[in-house]
């Protein structure tokens, strides 16, 4: 069993910034895929940015160019460098983290960007 804590999220004006952060714990060998996915209110989890355990990384077309998602395999901890924050933006921010084939989601943390 994999645990996974975010932090980070909170209330931001637009155009600010914020960093996320999300520590697994537990059984983490071998951890692959990490990363973070959003929901907005009344729409469904889209992904935002993934990072493979080799540091090869994707982003949702949303958000290239402003955010940028990094890793500590050391850690264990995947971190989301918010930029150029939008009211768009707003959302509550989970984290993933896949083993095995099997994926685990932190509880989330809510990003409210104010316009």
Do not use: H
């Not at 910034?17 to 989890?45: E, H, P």
């Amino acid at each position: 069993q994999v645990q996974l804590v975010e932090s980070g999220g909170g209330l931001v004006q637009a155009g600010g910034s914020l960093r996320l952060s999300c520590a697994a714990s537990g059984s983490t060998f071998r951890i692959n895929d990490m990363g973070w996915y959003r929901q907005a209110a009344g729409k469904q989890r889209e992904l935002v940015a993934r990072t493979t355990r080799g540091g090869f990384s994707n982003y949702a077309s949303s958000v290239k160019g402003r955010f940028i998602i990094s890793r500590d395999n050391a850690k264990n901890t995947v971190y989301l460098e918010m930029n150029s924050l939008k009211s768009e933006d707003t959302a509550v921010y989970y984290c993933l983290a896949n083993q095995f084939g099997y994926d685990y989601w932190g509880q989330g943390t809510q990003v409210t960007v104010s316009s």
